[in-house]
DNA sequence: AGAATAGCTGAGCTATTGCTCACAATAGTG
DNA sequence: CACTATTGTGAGCAATAGCTCAGCTATTCT
């Protein structure tokens, strides 16, 4: 990485052990902030008050207020909150099986703090690298998926590249929608008629 | 409607031609600038610079900056740019026609100014009253392609309703993300393949 | 213990933004 | 032209936000 935004790098080191506890209530307080007040509104101020820390505390572990929601974003990403998709090139199975297992997939991803996600994805200031990074990783698990379609033998679709791109946003997408805001149908009702879309467009006919 | 917010009222009705001259410009200028720096830094002082008229004016026909945006979005419904769909029930034709036809308008909707339209859905803070017209016109919708559906001899489909949540949401999000940052992929391509994903669920294998 | 290093504090600086208001200019009216 | 109503102006106010820095406390080192 020779192009790392160095605004979004911290300005100094945890090396003592409260230090770190530090920087975790930060990120804490900050996930919390952001989730009840967005980001525009969850000001630095209110992080510090609510991590019980001075602001010039947060301001020695993050430079600005980009930073500290670009790293919420980069722990998701590197928890594998979204890559613990390979396993599926393990496990064949059917074609529904499979589809099944990445919408799961995408609803455990957005289960754990939904109001956060949507607020790193939407309301987000992304620099350039962040948005790099999460293309980056949009690029991966499109490049499995694309993968994993072309060696099923059931998957009867014209291009393969675009097939999996369409999938993998129609799926993100609508677990977004689903776990963002409940509807009135039942989660499993909508996932259920997700997979068979789904499914049935991979099957071609 | 009772409980029109008056906090999106405008304090002044135009009687002089320039007036309304006045009150377009700052809507022209509103959205250009919205578009170039999103909302947030899209300030008011900017949008009355652009329009080339002092910031004093701008408020005397938008009591505030909500204001703006919500007037730009309320046109963008009224004119009928979500709601052309309506010949839809007039044209049965074939599952497959009739599927193109909404992605199609889906297009039509969002080449006009896929970036504002963007900042419309994802960065405007909606007050309480526009959120439900937002919402209503939503449901209506719904309800119009749930008939539509239902209608149809060749969809064979579980639940109508959850059905046509499921492709309305899923053509309008795909034909976003297709208008709003251009892919590798033609667009007639994509198009086509999120045609066959629709046609292949509702007619159920 | 004393020095050095690391970590923490919070009043307040700087910059920005939404918005007001006293006044000026223009258009309509008799 | 004189008078009123409407429209336009822009310096600047009030509020708020991100962020700094001089000095303090806690921990580690020797």
Redesign the pocket.
């Known amino acids: 990485m020779p192009s790392a935004d160095r605004r979004l790098q911290p300005r100094?080191?945890?090396?003592?052990?409260?230090?770190e506890?530090?920087r975790e209530r930060i990120l804490t307080a900050a996930a919390h902030v952001f989730t009840e007040y967005g980001y525009?509104?969850?000001?630095?101020?209110?992080i510090a008050e609510r991590a019980?820390?001075?602001?010039?505390?947060l301001?020695?572990?993050f430079?600005?207020?980009?930073a500290i929601l670009a790293q919420l974003l980069i722990r998701h990403i590197d928890r594998g909150t979204w890559t613990e998709a390979d396993r599926l090139d393990l496990s064949p199975g059917t074609l529904r099986e499979t589809v099944q297992a990445l919408v799961r997939d995408a609803i455990d991803s957005h289960s754990e703090d939904p109001q956060l996600l949507r607020i790193m994805i939407e309301e987000a200031p992304l620099s350039r690298d962040l948005l790099e990074a999460v293309d980056r990783h949009g690029r991966i698990r499109t490049a499995q998926i694309r993968d994993l379609l072309s060696r099923h033998p059931d998957v009867r679709v014209g291009d393969v590249g675009t097939a999996a791109d369409l999938i993998l946003f129609t799926i993100e997408m609508n677990t977004h929608k689903l776990m963002a805001a409940p509807s009135a149908v039942p989660v499993e009702t909508f996932a259920g008629e997700l997979v068979d879309m789904v499914t049935r467009y991979l099957r071609g006919d």
Chains 1, 2 share one sequence.
């Open positions: 100094r080191k945890p090396r003592q052990v409260r230090a506890l530090t525009a509104a969850g000001t630095t101020n209110r019980r820390i001075s602001i010039g505390s301001y020695q572990y430079p600005n207020k980009d």
